[in-house]
Structures are given as C-alpha cells and as structure tokens.
C-alpha cells in the first residue's frame, strides 16, 4: 500500500524557519514526482511546489518562491520541504503527494494526512 | 496563471440525485484536469484524471467529461457517502491551479 506520512509542522513565530518532512513508502520513490499543497484553515487547496523524481526539475508558486526550497533524498525515500521567512499567511496543513510528473500533466495520489504549520507571535 | 472557476460553489441535494458540477479553465488547459473530493478533517482524494478516467478503487457513479476549457464532474446517483467538498485542478501548466471548491451538502 501507498503510503506517506508529514512530520516536522508547529508553531513558528513570523521571520523564522521550519522544515516539514515526508516519508513515502509502498512505491519506488524516485520513479515518481512530489508535491506539496497547502490548506489555510477554511479555505481551499493551494499547489505550493513540486519536484522531478531526479530532483532535475522543480517548480513553485509566486507566493512562496524565494522562500521555500522543497528536495528529496531519494536513498531515504523522503521528501522535504524548508520554508523560510515564514508569514502569517503561511499558516496551513500542508499535505505531500504523490504526482505523475511535475510538469505538464499529472494528478495527485496518494496524499499523506498533512501537518499543521501555524505562524504566530 | 490559469484561473479555475467551479460552479456552483454549494449545493444541497437528496440521496439518489444525480449531481453535476462544473469547472471553467480561463484558457485551454487541454485534457489536464483532474477532480479530487475532500472529506471535513482529511485529506483530498483524487477521483478522475485528465478529465475522464476513473482512479482505481473509485465507484463508477462518479464520472467526468470534458476538454479545453468546460469540463464537468458527474455523480450519477448521489450516496450518503459523497457529501463533501470537490476540487478541479489543472496541470497544464505552472502554477497547477485549483478551483475555489464546491460543497455538497445534505438537503
């Protein structure tokens, strides 16, 4: 079975730093893209970043570039994504996924059960 | 950045109605569009990819249809468990958008 499971999400105050991790297993990890998306409490889904299964390739949203660098180790089958000069509006669960490509094309599945960041003084 | 627009953004409806749910894409997007359904508290699930195919273990009253820029997300006869919130996404092309959602509640 497909599994993926976030850790690393807690309070940060604004300005810090946090990294989140994901751990896969149940595919072979570096056949295949990631992705992180994030949730704000109440609202909708958000693609933060993805990455090429080679780590060739990665892409991210305007609201996060600069700030957040996502990669994988793929002998640890796990992906991680550190976020910088973290915002108020960066409060959210953010989920990992499994993607087909990440670029053009692709879908998500499966995704893990999310970790919770919340940026606060 | 291609803007992904659901309509409507709720709706209530009976066990057993049959449900459609609409996604416009501000631009061509071909075929690259996939629905997901997310439950209060958990995380999404994909449904359909690239518009039409169904992702394996998902019951056949969902069903999804369209290209370029209309697609439509069908449940043929609506069940208990299919209240929820439901997605489109594109991945044409970066930023991989996702529409603002749409509710399906119990009438």
């Known amino acids: 079975e497909e599994q993926l499971l976030e850790s690393g999400g807690g309070l940060v105050q604004p300005g810090g730093y946090l990294r989140i991790s994901c751990a896969a297993s149940g595919f072979t990890f570096n056949n295949y893209a990631m992705t992180w998306v994030r949730q704000a409490p109440g609202k909708g889904l958000e693609w933060v970043s993805s990455?090429?299964?080679?780590?060739?390739?990665?892409y991210y949203a305007d609201s996060v570039k600069g700030r957040f660098t996502i990669s994988r180790d793929n002998s640890k089958n796990t992906l991680y994504l550190q976020m910088n000069s973290l915002r108020g509006e960066d409060t959210a669960i953010y989920y990992c996924a499994k993607d087909r490509v990440a670029g053009t094309g692709g879908w998500f599945d499966p995704w893990g059960q999310g970790t919770l960041v919340t940026v606060s003084s | 950045d291609i803007q992904m627009t659901q309509s409507p953004s709720s709706l209530s409806a009976s066990v057993g109605d049959r449900v459609t749910i609409t996604c416009r894409a501000s631009q061509t997007i071909t075929s690259y569009l996939n629905w997901y359904q997310q439950k209060p508290g958990k995380a999404p699930k994909l449904l359909i990819y690239?518009?039409?195919n169904l992702q394996s273990g998902v019951p056949s009253r969902f069903s999804g249809s369209g290209s370029e820029t209309d697609f439509t997300l069908t449940i043929s006869s609506l069940q208990p468990e299919d209240f929820a919130t439901y997605y489109c996404q594109q991945t044409y092309s970066t930023p991989r958008t996702f529409g603002q959602g749409t509710k399906v509640e119990i009438k």
């Open positions: 690239t518009a039409s």
């Open positions: 990455i090429s299964g080679s780590t060739i390739s990665t």
